[in-house]
T-cell receptor
Framework: NAGVTQTPKFRILKIGQSMTLQCTQDMNHNYMYWYRQDPGMGLKLIYYSVGAGITDKGEVPNGYNVSRSTTEDFPLRLELAAPSQTSVYFC????????????FGNGTRLTVT | GQQVMQIPQYQHVQEGEDFTTYCNSSTTLSNIQWYKQRPGGHPVFLIQLVKSGEVKKQKRLTFQFGEAKKNSSLHITATQTTDVGTYFCAGPTGNQFYFGTGTSLTVIP
């Protein structure tokens, strides 16, 4: 099993550009999450999903959008990239939400210049 | 909203010394999880505590959940260089997980 797979690993964007961070999991987990981690800081929840077709905002959703059309995939969309979105983005999944561990992908390191 | 704070933010220890990080929540938690993130890596699940006053051990690591279920601690006995990394606690609110600010551990050989 691959677990949680994120692509790309690295990306440099210019201000105003758009991109989609891909996340897919093969563990049949219903719950999926997107976090961002700024240097030397903790993880902030951007969006999460409790199942296909259901998404909800986390702590820092502004500037991002998500969709969950299948159980496996949970892409994160940046529409108008800003320098404040320079960060490392982690996708995670869990089997039973609050009562089970989060499985993280390897992360996407995004720089907006 | 819920806040989860950890102290200290950084800790440097000599190899063989003990290490403790503390996690405090502004609200009562149904459970608390601990994660370790190696430099340049992603967070990896260590353990989950559910019961008030619960204590769990994993080799040299001891995890405690407070009686009021608002605080937790992780204690490492006789640190090794392999313990280097950032340790996070995480508590759920609804279906969201709020992560603590993390404690970065440096072990000096």
């Amino acid at each position: 099993n691959a677990g949680v797979t994120q692509t790309p690993k690295f990306r440099i964007l210019k201000i105003g550009q758009s991109m989609t961070l891909q996340c897919t999991q093969d563990m049949n987990h219903n719950y999926m999450y997107w976090y961002r981690q700024d240097p030397g800081m903790g993880l902030k929840l951007i969006y999460y999903s409790v199942g296909a077709g259901i998404t909800d905002k986390g702590e820092v959703p502004n500037g991002y959008n998500v969709s969950r059309s299948t159980t496996e995939d949970f892409p994160l969309r940046l529409e108008l990239a800003a320098p404040s979105q320079t960060s490392v983005y982690f996708c995670a999944s869990s089997y039973r939400g609050r009562n089970s561990p989060l499985h993280f992908g390897n992360g996407t390191r995004l720089t907006v210049t | 909203g819920q806040q989860v704070m950890q102290i200290p933010q950084y800790q440097h220890v000599q190899e063989g010394e003990d290490f403790t990080t503390y996690c405090n929540s502004s609200t009562t938690l149904s459970n608390i999880q601990w994660y370790k993130q190696r430099p340049g890596g992603h967070p990896v699940f260590l353990i989950q505590l559910v019961k008030s006053g619960e204590v769990k051990k994993q080799k040299r690591l001891t995890f405690q959940f407070g009686e009021a279920k608002k605080n937790s601690s992780l204690h490492i006995t006789a640190t090794q260089t392999t313990d280097v990394g950032t340790y996070f606690c995480a508590g759920p609110t609804g279906n969201q997980f709020y992560f603590g600010t993390g404690t970065s551990l440096t072990v000096i050989p």
